[in-house]
């Protein structure tokens, strides 16, 4: 069985500063995915970038990118230039790359809760 | 394009009575998963369907079930419910099992709140 830890309850970082959420997991799957999602107050959990784990070079989208570990089975969360809209609970989330047709589904860690202070 | 839609938002019931959460995907979409988030906790993995068969269950008793339906819309059973039922029930679409389809995007959820 697969778990992901996320350590880290609360956070919180100035407006346009520079965060990093930390997230360990264990497996011995040697193939997976790794996701990082955000859930504000409104309850939308929103997909916020995806690695896999094949692929060496670190994820980056936009703000956001990760810093991706594979020996170390960790997969950190940067959010640069952090903006008040970025207040949110984020969820570090885990899934094996199975054959064709299996199931597909997601181990989460306990969440992150991000404030970003004006 | 709408995304993934759940009703209702929020439900009330009483402790041994049976619900029925509803789930409709992202167009084009056919697989179906559903998850519970007690508050404080990250989603847990109940079920996941494609093409109206159940691929994937989670350690849920045998209180839950689901089915999904030929618009590849879904529905989440709960009997006899208990307290430790009360969650958020969380439902994800992704457009297949392989390859690039493997992205799951959520829906707003539905509050269950068991008395």
């Known amino acids: 069985a697969q778990t992901v830890t996320q350590s880290q309850p609360e956070m919180s970082v100035q407006e346009a500063e520079t965060v990093t959420l930390s997230c360990t997991y264990d497996t011995s799957e040697n193939n997976y995915y790794l996701f990082w999602y955000k859930q504000p107050p409104s309850r939308q959990m929103i997909l916020v970038i995806r690695q896999e784990a094949y692929k060496q070079q670190n994820a980056t989208e936009n703000r956001f990118s990760v810093n991706f570990q594979k020996a170390a089975k960790s997969f950190s969360l940067k959010i640069s230039d952090s903006q008040l809209g970025d207040t949110a609970m984020y969820f570090c989330a885990f899934m094996k790359r199975l054959a064709s047709g299996s199931a597909r589904q997601l181990t989460f860690g306990s969440g992150t809760q991000l404030t970003v202070l004006p | 394009d709408a995304g993934v839609t759940q009703s209702p938002t929020h439900l009330i019931k009483t402790r041994g009575q049976h619900v029925t959460l509803r789930c409709s995907p992202i167009?084009?979409?056919?697989?179906v998963s559903w998850y519970q988030q007690v508050l404080g906790q990250g989603p847990q993995f109940i079920f996941q369907?494609?093409?109206?068969?159940?691929?994937g269950r989670g350690n849920f008793p045998d209180r839950f079930s689901a089915r999904q339906f030929p618009n590849y819309s879904s529905e989440l059973n709960v009997n006899a419910l208990l307290l430790g039922d009360s969650a958020l029930y969380l439902c994800?679409?992704?457009?297949?099992?392989?390859?690039?389809?493997?992205?799951?995007?959520f829906g707003p959820g539905t509050r269950l709140t068991v008395t």
């Open positions: 994800a679409s992704s457009s297949g099992l392989a390859g690039i389809h493997y992205e799951q995007y």
């Open positions: 167009s084009g979409h056919k697989s």
């Open positions: 369907y494609y093409e109206k068969e159940e691929r």
